[in-house]
């Protein structure tokens, strides 16, 4: 005989009632209408998947093809130093805190671009991840992030000099060791519905392997964003399938064991990639801007668009990182998809935000007719 569902209290009924109307209405928007504060209706929620009335906690993505990003949501703080950088003594700075994290910030920057987002990350239960969660949950959707008490919400910390140029950056990231492919496998249904999986490498080696898997499984695009030169040792050995890999010089130095000195060099970085079975690669190379190629189109070296107003260097990468992504769900060309990475990586630098405010489709077009 079929179990019945459990009775539902006036609260769970009106918030079902509510998600049957709207499907993809946020767990924010759903506590204003039905009175109750966004910790209630996530509680409420989590009983109504518990007594079968919600299949799974994506409940909102059920029919959509979101854009997922998987890695890190952290708090950074910057300590701008007032005069010249000096080792071994006190510098006066100016400090300000914003949220970041390079999963988080491409999210956020496709999200301004009009993208349907999800982000699935790890976070303590913190005031640190509520400052995230607040600043985040207008552009994307939040219900992939869990939270684990007694852990601390990643954090970022950077020194930059008069030039906004960066001195020395600390990470505490061990929150992201959670995202295991265990964790993963919960929201393997809203995996295989993606319309792209970003993965950036604050993943563990093996959730990384696993999420390339499960793209090849079920036939979707796969973006790896590496974080760091050490971290390029969590990139999967096997690399066929792999859609998207958009790597800096000095990380694609330390992966392939070679130096990039010029552009022979840089150009044949991007052959071995390709070698290796990545479909489409970017290596950035700063104000001397990217190379991009795949088998079909070619290999292209796209300049920069450089400026002398460099408010922060920090977020300008992620960025250009979204810029491509979007760029290529858009299906625009090689060179078009690069400068379009080049375009919001200078307008980034040019914002004391993490992630520029001004950000639209519109104005990224308007941004890249102007410096056309």
């Known amino acids: 005989m079929k179990k019945m569902p459990e009775k539902l209290n006036d609260n769970e009924q ?126 994307m959707k939040l219900e992939g992030v869990t939270q684990f008490p007694g852990s601390a919400t990643g954090s970022y910390t950077a020194v930059l000099d008069t030039e906004g140029e960066m001195v020395i950056a600390l990470a505490n990231m061990e929150i992201y060791d959670a995202i295991t492919p265990e964790f993963l496998q919960q929201y393997e249904n809203l995996l295989s519905r993606a319309i792209s999986i970003v993965v950036d490498l ?49 990380e694609s130095e330390a992966y392939l064991q070679r130096e990039i000195l010029d552009e022979a060099d840089w150009r044949e970085a991007v052959e071995e990639w390709l070698a290796r079975g990545v479909e489409n690669v970017v290596i950035t190379n700063g104000k001397e801007g990217s190379m991009i190629g795949n088998k079909t189109e070619g290999i292209f070296h796209i300049p920069a668009y450089v400026t002398e107003e460099v408010a922060d260097v920090t977020g300008a990468g992620d960025a250009f990182s979204s810029a491509v992504v979007y760029s290529w769900l858009e299906g625009k060309s090689l060179i078009d998809i690069a400068k379009a990475g080049s375009v919001n990586a200078v307008k980034t630098l040019q914002s004391p935000y993490t992630v520029r405010q001004d950000l639209s489709a519109e104005q990224l077009l308007k941004n890249l007719e102007e410096l056309a």
Not at 24 to 43: F, K, M, T
Not at 219 to 244: A, D, N
């Open 14 to 139: 009106a918030v079902l009632e509510r998600i049957r109307k709207d499907p993809y209405i946020s767990q924010q928007d759903l506590a204003v209408e039905v009175g109750l504060s966004r910790p209630s209706v996530a509680n409420i929620i989590s009983g109504l998947i518990r007594k079968g009335y919600i299949l799974g906690r994506a409940y909102v993505l059920n029919e959509s093809e979101p854009v997922i990003c998987i890695g890190g949501a952290n708090v950074d703080q910057k300590f701008y130093i007032k005069n010249k950088a000096q080792l071994g003594t006190s510098n006066p700075v100016n400090v300000s805190q914003t949220v970041g994290g390079v999963a988080r910030n491409i999210a956020e920057n496709l999200g301004r671009l009009g993208m349907d987002v999800s982000l699935i990350s790890a976070s303590g239960a913190d005031k640190d991840w509520t400052v995230i969660e607040e600043a985040s949950e207008r552009y």
């Open 202 to 250: 604050n993943c563990p080696k093996e959730s990384v392997h696993y999420l390339c898997e499960t793209a090849r499984k079920y036939g979707v695009p796969i973006i790896l964003i590496p974080v760091s030169g050490p971290k390029m040792e969590r990139l999967p050995e096997q690399l066929e399938g792999v859609t998207w890999l958009i790597t800096n010089r000095d």
